[in-house]
């Protein structure tokens, strides 16, 4: 069953499709016959997808060119950035050249960043490939490179003209990486909707083990919310600060032990513990809530405890680099209760290290 949900921004809305198969099916990429595009992808996902997806677009009469970047978070960077920049020119591309990210939340931050800037911007098309991409990064128009003093500290809010969301890709993903993608799924519930984290509660099992109908059910359930929330505030002037719960700790562990070595939806799982813990002794949450949390992520096999090399005092310089830092204080999403979170500034710094050791 294919199921499309629209991201409503006025001129800049798309829609996003989720189903079975859907690479195979020319009509969710919103092409036209004789149009050029040029796919970005690595090399773990080219083997698996890249020929297919070719030869279903030149079937349909779209010219392709491709790209085929290293894989990995620490590749997120102006070097692979430049590489989609240098095979548009290369290839001679124009305005009218659309780009497709075939791939995980990588290749969807980076090829969506180069889309913004090639010719001061042409259209680009997500193809996210990961559960984390499918729920999160490729729905919203965030965009971004990392830079050795902080991640996605350079970027565009930049939206595609379609997110094609195939099920069937998740078959090949690891299973750490599927879980990673689940830590995503779990901030909705936390965040937006206690019933879906209480479906969560009762399901958590059919998704790792690619239920196709659960699957297909949270996919949109995380889509819809995430449309919800960057409809009313695509720039994050308020309100979309709430997807980033745990993020301003994840963030901080992903830097400091270099990108890629813990992946970043288990830097948020321990950051989104972190951020309860910082809530609890603040009053505002329950401990119930706390372990209704903390065992939904070890049922979703991620990490519960903080890395054992990363000092305390070391997430302090990381998160005060985080883009909702307002004058040098410390802004923090909080969750109040499942279902409900504030956004809270000035927090004491020793609140933060004391939740950063309960964890
Ligand atoms: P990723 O892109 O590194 O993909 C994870 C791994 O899975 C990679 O090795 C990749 O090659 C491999 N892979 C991808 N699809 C596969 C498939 N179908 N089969 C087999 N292997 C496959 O990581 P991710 O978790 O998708 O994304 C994380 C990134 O997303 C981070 O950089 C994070 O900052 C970013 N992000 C962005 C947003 C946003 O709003 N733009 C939101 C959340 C996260
Ligand atoms: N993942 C955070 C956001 O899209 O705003």
């Known amino acids: 069953m294919q199921k499309i949900l629209n991201v409503a921004l ?22 036209k016959q004789g149009q050029r595009v040029l796919i970005v992808t690595n090399e773990t996902i080219a083997p698996i997808y890249l020929q297919a997806l070719i030869d279903m677009l030149e079937n349909n009469g779209v010219k392709t060119d491709s790209v085929i970047v290293p894989d990995g978070e620490k590749y997120k960077t102006m070097e692979t950035w430049n590489i989609i920049l240098t095979a548009l020119l290369a290839n001679n591309h124009t305005r009218n ?10 290749i969807g931050d980076v090829a969506g960043f180069a889309a913004s800037a090639y010719q001061r911007g042409i259209k680009f098309i997500q193809v996210p490939t990961t559960l984390l991409a499918q729920v999160d990064s490729s729905v919203g128009g965030k965009t971004a490179i990392n830079h050795p003093l902080g ?18 890709c998740l078959k090949t993903l690891p299973q750490r990486e599927l879980s990673a993608g689940l830590a995503e799924v779990i901030k909705y519930g936390i965040i937006l909707d206690e ?5 969560l509660e009762s399901h958590i099992e059919d998704l790792l083990n690619l239920e196709v109908n659960a699957l297909s059910y949270c996919i949109y359930r ?3 919310l995430k449309a919800q929330v960057v409809a009313a505030d695509e720039t994050e002037q308020d309100m979309r600060a709430i997807l980033n719960l745990g993020h301003t700790f994840g963030h901080a562990i992903e830097a400091e032990l270099g990108y890629g070595n813990w992946l970043h939806g288990e830097a948020v799982s321990v950051g989104m513990l972190m951020a309860a813990h910082t809530a609890k002794l603040l009053g505002k949450l329950t401990i119930n809530d706390i372990e209704r949390i903390k065992n939904l992520l070890i049922r979703a096999k991620l990490p519960v405890k903080r890395p054992t090399q990363m000092s305390v005092e070391s997430y302090l310089p990381h998160m005060l680099r985080d883009k909702k830092v307002l004058s040098g204080q410390l802004r923090l999403v909080l969750p109040t209760k499942i279902g409900h979170v504030q956004v809270l500034d000035g927090i004491d710094k020793n609140v933060v290290f004391e939740s950063i050791k309960l964890t």
């Open 151 to 168: 991640k996605n500290m350079i970027g565009a809010f930049y939206q595609p003209q379609s997110v094609v969301i195939d099920l069937n």
């Open 10 to 31: 006025a001129n800049r809305s798309y829609p996003i499709a989720i189903g079975e198969n859907l690479l195979s099916e020319f009509q969710h990429f919103k092409l």
């Open 195 to 199: 019933a879906f984290f209480n479906w």
């Open 222 to 224: 995380c889509c819809e």
């Open 97 to 106: 050249t659309i780009l497709i990210a075939l791939g995980g939340g990588v």
